[in-house]
């Protein structure tokens, strides 16, 4: 089995910083790509930003420039740096890893999500 778990999400004032973790750990092979995407109350989950294993990166339009997404990947981690957080920013935040497990299965895996709240 593979498991993510997420970490540093928070209450933060408008303006504030948060970095969000997330370990995969278990049976794995490898990691492609890993993301981070966001679920606010009453509408769905959207993409914020993804890296692959080489560490090309991609961002919706909304989040550039504020956020960055890194990879530690003899950590199996990926990072989220959130900068100038803003009131709208506030959602549950989702990491997901596409995985090649031990016995060569890709799975797309995601972790439970953590709570980030920005106030204004």
């Known amino acids: 089995q593979v498991q993510l778990v997420e970490s540093g999400g928070g209450l933060v004032q408008a303006g504030g910083s948060l970095r969000l973790s997330c370990a995969a750990s278990?049976?794995?092979?490898?990691?492609?790509?890993m993301g981070w995407y966001r679920q606010a109350p009453g509408k769905q989950r959207e993409l914020v930003a993804a890296?692959?294993?080489?560490?090309?990166?991609n961002y919706v339009d909304f989040v550039k420039g504020r956020f960055t997404i890194s990879r530690d990947n003899a950590k199996n981690t990926v990072y989220l740096r959130m900068n100038s957080l803003k009131p709208e920013d506030t959602a549950v935040y989702y990491c997901n890893a596409d995985v090649l497990r031990s016995n060569l299965v890709r799975v797309i895996y995601w972790g439970q999500g953590t709570q980030v709240t920005v106030s204004s």
């Open positions: 890296i692959t294993s080489s560490g090309s990166t």
């Open positions: 278990g049976s794995i092979f490898s990691i492609n790509a």
